[in-house]
Structure formats: C-alpha cells, structure tokens
C-alpha cells in the first residue's frame, strides 16, 4: 500500500523538531487506528467485507475529502472556511436553477464549478482585501450562502437531473471503483505534490507559521490566502456536482452540518489547527478511518445523530489526547 | 472609548430608523404592546448573546449555546414529566445549573488542555445534539405532557411584559454590573485585550476564560428551560443554528472577535437588531426563508464595519500581514 510510504514522509520544514517526529508518529499511528478499525469492522458484521459494500464505504468520505484537502491548506495558512456546506447547498442550487433552464451536464458543472469558486472569492477578498478574521466572515456566509438556497428553494427542492449527469456520484470506472473514488485518488494526488512539492506549498507553511515573517521575506501572503479560498471554494463546487449528482436532487439543507466533519478530517489527519504544519497523506488516512467508522456503525444500525456524536468526541479527543499525554508526563518526570 | 459610545448610537439609530420605515406602511408594528411582543420574542437571543459576550471578550467563541439551550431544555421538560408537581423554582436551579455544567465543560477543555475553543465547542454542539437524541431516541415532548404551571411561568404577565422579558432585563442588569462593576469583569475584558499584559497583572487568562464559559453555558441552561417551556414543545432540533444569531447578535453589537472590545449595552441592541429584522419581515410581507442570508449579510456588514472602526489612524511605519488589527 503506498500510504504506508507516505505516511513516514519527512517534512524538511522542521527538521528533527519533537512536533515533526510527533507528526510522522502520528499517521503512522492513524494508519494503525484505520487497520485496527478495518479489522473490528470485519469480525463485527458479515456484511462488510465484501467488495460492493467497501465501494460503497467510499462514499461516506470522497465528497468531504476533496473539500478536506484543499481545508488543509487553508488550515495550514493559518484561516479557516466553515462555508464550505453552505457553498454546497449553494451551488446545488445554481445547478438545479440553471438545470429548469434546460441546461446539459457540460453547463451544469461549469455552473456548480463557478459557482464554488465565486463563493471562494468572495470569502477570500473579505479576508484579504477587508483584512477581517476568516471565522467570522466565513461564519456569516455560511449564513448567506445557505440562506439564498433557501430564498430560491424555500421549502421546494429541485429534481430531474438528466441521467448523464448521475454519473458523477453514481457512476463506476472500472468494477466496483466508482468516479467519485478516482477523483478522490487523483486529488489526493495532486494536492499532495502542490503542498509537499512545490513552491507553492513552501509558501503555505510560511504564512501558517509566520504570516509577518513570510511577508518580508517576499511571500506574497494575501495572495496565497486568496488562492486557498478560491481553491475551497473550487473544491466545494466539485463536491457539489458529486452530491448532487448522487443523491439526485437538491433542497437547501443539502449537506448541512458538513463542514464540521470536513475540519474534523483535516484535524484528525494530524493538521494543526493553528496553522503551520500538517500533511496530506495524513488528512487521506483520516479520511479513510472516518469512513470506516461511519460505514462500520452504519451497518451496525447505529443512527447518524449518534455517529455525529463520535465524530465530535473524535474532533475533541484527537487534539486532548496528546495534550493531555504531555501534561501527564510532565507531572511524572 | 468615544467610537464605542458612537456605535452604539448608530445601531439604536439604525433600529429606530427600521421601526419608523416599517410604520409608515404598518403602524400597529410600533404599537406599544407590539413592541413589547418584539422585545419578549427577542429575550432568548438577547439572554445568549449576554454570555456568548463575556466569551468572546476574553478571544474564545462558543459554538455550543444552542445545543447546550436544546439538551438543558429537553432534560428540563423530561424532569417536568418524571415529576409534574416540581415547582418552578427547582426547575430553573436544574436548568441553570445544568447549563453551567456543559459550560464548564467548554471551559475546562480550554483552559486546562488549550485547546482552541472553535474546535471545542465544534465538538460539544455535535456531542449536546447526540446526547439528546440518546436521552429521547427522537422522540418529543409535548404540550399536553407538560404540567401548565411549567409552560406556564415564562408567559406570565407582570406589569404588562411577560416573564420571560422581564428575566431578560434582569440578565441585562446584572451583566451591566458584572461586566462594569466587578473584578471578573475587568479580567475579561483585559485578558481579550492583551493577554500577556493580563498575565503579568496577575490574571489567570484561562481561568478567566472558563468564567466566560460558565456564564454563557448558565444562560444558555437558562434559557433552554424559558425556550422549551414558551414553546411548550422539546426534541432533538429545537433552536437549530440559533448559535449563529447568537455570534451575530454580538458581532452586530460591536463586540470585536478578535477579544476585549464590545458592551454589554450594544450586544442589547445588536440582538434587538435581528429580533426587529426578524419580527418585522413578515409584516412587510417578505418570505422568513430570507432571514437565514439577512442575518448571514448583517454579520459580514457588522464585522467590516467593526474592522474598519478599529482600524488605527496612525502612518503604518512597518507592514504587518495581518492588518486586521
């Protein structure tokens, strides 16, 4: 499996730091928590492994991975967009609008696309032409966003879709390996080498870890939070199209909710919250162990309100846990 | 302290402006016992926007108000139907000091573990919602099974306003003096300003913190007893996303997110905003569906307009990136 590979990846911007050796532990030791999870899930119901119903499995995160990783980054530079769900319920709409005007599959992606990606733009001007706090800001969207669902939709909701268009989330590539799971692969892929890799990603870390610093040493900062808002923004849109191409309508309460278990992801893949550090083998490995939690409970006929339960525990007890371990071992040495 | 007197004249300016716009074309909204219907449909928003202050002075936020209001509300009405004839009395220590509890929690997890309170009370709203879902398994409670003096104390009329605004303003007061008059006061306020120089004064920032917390987890207990009893109904849902008001009360009010800025009289006047706002849309015949994206635009105009009031007038000698502040 190349996770594994990836999972003990070296990050060169903290060299031998007690946070980096923490962080390569610390998905190799998701990797475990996700293997451990796997083989629970497998003795605990007959049902689960079985190729169909891993397929199905995938779906429980491809949508809020391909939000995720472009969150990571964002989280990495030191902002935050909690509009993400409501950007979704947002372009679900547009497309359904834009679907009643008869328009095909081709338009109806540009239009979920430009749609993210102008709610992106809004978001990330706010933040850096205004220079307000992204929480905030993006705390008001997500009420404006969703809102002007619901102005359009009210308590309506749009169906119909054509069937070209169901093959984004209901479509398969190859066997039981859906379209959803290639685009979630291909992401995984592309952000990985954006932020690992390039410039690009050197800049992110910068203004994560110090915004001030990076600036004078010719980051262009708001410039790079921009982007970061305009590619959430993007991705939002894309996760869009999948949903709304898989669950085949759209009312504006599409996807609510979402955008806490999108940070929860990129918290649990090991990215601090803070900013400034973070990886993206680690948000994949999150992503593959919240999808197993999910799915396992799911097939133990545990109702979502309850998961939602366990997700929130896993946002809060991720973070506590090492923060508790270091004040343990503090008081004992 | 001159632009924060000003803003709060802008914002009673603004409120009295939309009253006299929407009476112009419906004079019965400014009728005396109409306002006073506002102003009591308002008290829950304004009891939370209270405490949610305190927390966002002292540069925290708590998400979980509204679902900390459900499950206090929820237990509250379940202790109701467990035992019919608990007076009054019991019920609202029960409330506010269940409240308080799921406050404290809020507070210890950032105090003690420093961890960031969005993420926090990210987790603990999700967590609240379950626990009632686990306690009721879905289920609702009803008026019919609510015993009449328990729904029946928050519509009590005293002196023409209900109790429920009544318990408003007393909230309102003693913040005014808390906030004003006490040393717990003044150490949220300085730890929001500047938490380095509170800690060489000798303030426990996270201590301070964790009061915030307990405040706004008492008045959200608080609250979620006046909700359920007022609406004589509890499940799962009730009060759903009402957080965001709440932050948006604030937000309008004045109150800098970014910590030690903001009155207890603006936070008033910025949640009697959305409640006209609120209140006056279906009056001038606008659908509610439009209140979510007006509330959501409000918070985005107040938040530029608090950054741009903030903003130092002084020549900028050295660039910062972060030039919220």
């Known amino acids: 499996m190349s996770l594994t590979e990836n999972a003990s990846r070296h990050i060169p911007d903290r060299l031998r730091s007690p946070l980096q050796d923490k962080l390569v532990s610390w998905e190799s030791l998701l990797l475990t928590v996700g293997i451990a999870i796997f083989i629970v899930n497998s003795l605990a119901s007959p049902y689960f492994l079985n190729a169909w119903n891993l397929s199905d499995a995938t779906f429980n995160f491809t949508e809020k991975a391909m939000i995720a990783f472009a969150m990571a980054l964002l989280i990495i530079s030191g902002e935050i967009d909690l509009s993400v769900a409501a950007i979704i319920a947002l372009a679900s709409t547009a497309m359904g609008v834009a679907m009643e005007l008869g328009a095909g599959t081709p338009m109806l992606v540009l239009v979920g696309l430009t749609t993210g990606l102008l709610c992106g733009a809004f978001n990330g001007a706010l933040v850096t032409k205004l220079g307000l706090p992204s929480i905030v800001v993006t705390i008001g969207t997500m009420s404006l966003f969703r809102g002007i669902s619901y102005i359009v939709l009210g308590d309506g909701a749009f169906r119909g879709y054509p069937s070209s268009f169901s093959w984004f989330g209901q479509g398969y590539v190859f066997w039981v390996i859906s379209v959803e799971f290639v685009i979630f692969v291909l992401l995984a892929m592309i952000f990985g080498v954006v932020l690992h890799k390039t410039n690009f990603g050197r800049m992110v870390y910068a203004t994560g870890n110090n915004a001030t610093g990076a600036l004078f040493s010719g980051v262009r900062v708001d410039r790079v939070k921009m982007t970061l808002f305009l590619l959430t923004g993007l991705m939002s849109g894309l996760a869009a199209i999948c949903l709304t191409s898989r669950l085949g309508s759209t009312r504006p309460s599409i996807a609510s909710g979402m955008e806490l278990e999108v940070v929860t992801m990129v918290v649990l893949g090991g990215v601090n919250i803070l900013g400034g550090s973070g990886s993206i083998p680690g948000v994949v490995i999150a992503a593959f162990v919240m999808g197993l939690v999910t799915f396992g409970l799911g097939l133990l006929n545990v109702p979502g309100i309850v998961m939602s339960i366990f997700i929130g525990l896993l946002l809060i007890g991720v973070i506590a846990l090492p923060r508790l371990w270091a004040i343990c071992r503090k008081k004992g040495g | ?325």
């Open chain 2, 1 to 325: 302290m001159s632009p924060l007197k000003s803003r709060e004249a802008i914002l009673f300016g603004a409120i009295l402006c939309l009253l006299i716009v929407v009476a112009t074309r419906f004079p019965a909204f400014v009728a005396p016992g109409n306002l006073v219907a506002v102003v009591t449909d308002t008290s829950p928003l304004m009891i939370l926007a209270m405490g949610q202050m305190a927390v966002i002075l002292t540069r925290c936020i708590d998400l979980s108000v509204a679902a900390n209001l459900a499950l206090t509300g929820m237990v509250c009405a379940m202790i109701n139907v467990a035992a019919p004839d608990l007076p009054v009395a019991v019920i609202l220590v029960v409330a506010l000091s269940m409240g308080a509890i799921l406050g404290a929690i809020n507070g210890i997890l950032v105090w003690k573990l420093n961890i960031p309170p969005i993420v926090v009370t990210l987790g603990t709203m999700t967590i609240f919602r379950g626990i009632i879902f686990l306690l009721t398994e879905g289920k609702w409670i009803n008026a019919h099974e609510m015993s009449p003096h328990f729904t029946g104390f928050p519509r009590a009329d005293i002196l023409g306003m209900p109790v429920l605004g009544w318990i408003a303003v007393l909230v309102f007061g003693v913040m005014l003096v808390l906030m004003a008059r006490t040393t717990l006061g003044r150490s949220i306020y300085a730890v929001g300003g500047n938490p380095h120089a509170a800690v060489y004064t000798g303030i426990d920032v996270g201590k301070t913190q964790f009061a915030a917390f307990v405040i706004s987890g008492t008045l959200a207990g608080l609250t979620g007893y006046l909700w359920v009893a007022r609406y004589s109904v509890a499940y799962v849902d009730i009060a759903g996303g009402f957080e965001l008001d709440v932050v948006a009360a604030c937000v309008i009010g004045g109150v800098s997110i970014a910590g030690g800025a903001g009155t207890v009289v603006g936070t008033l006047l910025g949640a009697l905003f959305l409640g006209v706002v609120k209140n006056a849309l279906p009056v001038v015949d606008i659908s509610p569906f439009w209140q979510l994206a007006i509330s959501g635009a409000a918070i985005i105009i107040a938040v530029a307009f608090n950054a741009q009031s903030g903003r130092s007038k002084g020549r900028v000698i050295l660039k910062s990136a972060e030039h919220a502040q």
